[in-house]
């Protein structure tokens, strides 16, 4: 028997049963390994769904949580702190246009949190969002997401949200008028079936957007944090947003978020918008210690490189059950002939886990530490099992 059923059949009994789960017990990690139950290795490319840039257990920010864990756990922004002070400048140095930030703990809440902030701005209500953009679950973030199945049973969801394709200029020209508050869309869409934004997308956004007095949102939330090259995805294409959406990978691991604002916009209305558990000092230490081992470590070069080689490994192999390998940096997707289910089981049995990227992509989103070795071995899979 193995170590890992008891675990299954504890958590089966009580989950909430949104997640279809694999049949595995993740019970430690380090680098870009997880270990079951049994003790068995996976080489990650789930990468905990792009919050594990740097890798499990990164010893510096394991040494900051420990030392702010016994230091203060918890204070309300009605309260200054010194975690929360220094990271606010951190972050902000780092960031590739001068901005305020706002705080708070999932990418969906600093979704909601940046559609609230272009209305507020804008004195406008309409939103711009893309074909399978992805936001997040809650009610704003899903009235931006574009995914039928995750929409409809929840329907009716806010008013005022269009979409449009993807990478198509013209048609954001169109749908982008003097009524709107803002466009919101991602630098490469990840859940979306991995597709970076044509060239110059990016531009004609800005530019759309200054045309007609909208605010342009970036939600960075998976791209964000080096993935893609740079520590933005954005940066690639020297656009400016008004506002830059992250989270996942922002602190290691830890739930958090956070919204940018660019300083033209002055500080927000007091009182217009809040979170009890946003700039929380653990978070914040944690978040501290990932951005300079994001910096240090030059992870961005890391991603950018590992990427390269790895788009070029991938594209070298004869691979009739795939369409196309496309990504940027280390968010690389397979466009598979069919669906993409059975393969990450069968990838999952040679110690591979991999992420879908709706039905048919297959998504690898390693933490940025991996090795070229265990790249290696990511690559032999694949051969192995899409071959
Ligand atoms: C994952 C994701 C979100 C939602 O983040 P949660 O923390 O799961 O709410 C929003 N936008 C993008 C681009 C994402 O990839």
Redesign the pocket.
Same mark, same amino acid.
């Given at each position: 028997m193995s170590a890992n059923d008891p675990i299954i059949a504890g958590e089966q009994q009580f989950t909430s049963g949104l997640y279809p789960k694999r049949p595995l017990a993740i019970v430690r990690g380090i680098g870009a390994r997880l270990y079951d139950a049994d003790g068995r290795a996976y080489i990650d490319c789930v990468g905990g $769904? !792009?919050a594990a840039n740097l890798g499990h257990c990164h010893p510096a920010v394991v040494a900051a949580i420990q030392a702010q864990a016994s230091t203060l756990l918890s204070c309300p922004e009605i309260f200054y702190n010194d975690q929360r002070a220094a990271y606010l400048a951190e972050l902000a140095a780092a960031l590739p246009f001068p901005a305020r930030i706002f705080l708070c703990n999932? !990418? #969906? *809440?600093a %979704?909601e949190a940046g559609l609230k902030f272009a209305r507020l701005l804008s004195g406008r209500r309409a939103i711009v969002a893309t074909m399978r953009g992805?936001? !997040?679950? &809650?009610m704003g #973030?899903l009235s931006a997401t574009w995914e039928p199945k995750y929409r409809e049973p929840f329907a009716p969801l806010v008013p005022e949200f269009t979409h449009v394709p993807y990478g198509d200029s013209e048609r954001l020209a169109e749908a982008v008028a003097e009524t709107t508050a803002a466009v919101l869309l991602?630098p490469v869409q !990840? *859940?979306g079936g991995v597709r970076p934004a044509p060239a110059g997308y990016l531009a004609a956004a800005r530019r759309i957007c200054d045309e007609q007095g909208a605010l342009l949102l970036v939600?960075? %939330? $998976? &791209?964000g944090f080096a993935r893609t090259g740079r520590l933005f995805a954005i940066e690639h294409s020297g656009v400016v947003p008004d506002v830059l959406?992250l #989270?996942?990978s922002i602190a290691a691991g830890l739930?958090m978020?956070a919204v940018a604002i660019h300083t033209r916009h002055g500080p927000l209305p007091g009182g217009a918008h809040g979170s009890t558990f946003g700039g929380n000092p653990l978070l914040c230490a944690a978040a501290r210690a990932a951005l300079r081992a994001y910096q240090e470590e030059d992870l961005p070069h890391q991603a950018e490189a590992k990427g390269a080689w790895l788009l070029e490994r991938l594209r070298a192999l004869p691979l009739p059950a795939v369409r196309e390998v496309r990504g940027l940096g280390l968010l690389v997707g397979l466009e598979l002939k069919s669906r993409v289910q059975p393969f990450l089981q069968a990838l999952l049995e040679r110690g591979v886990l991999a992420l879908p990227a709706g039905p048919n992509v297959l998504r690898l989103l390693p933490p940025l530490v991996i090795t070229y070795e265990e790249l290696e071995t990511v690559v032999a899979s694949i051969a192995d099992v899409l071959g």
């Open positions: $769904q !792009g999932s !990418g #969906a *809440e %979704v992805f936001h !997040g679950r &809650t #973030a991602e !990840g *859940e939600d960075e %939330v $998976q &791209t959406i #989270a996942k739930p978020g």
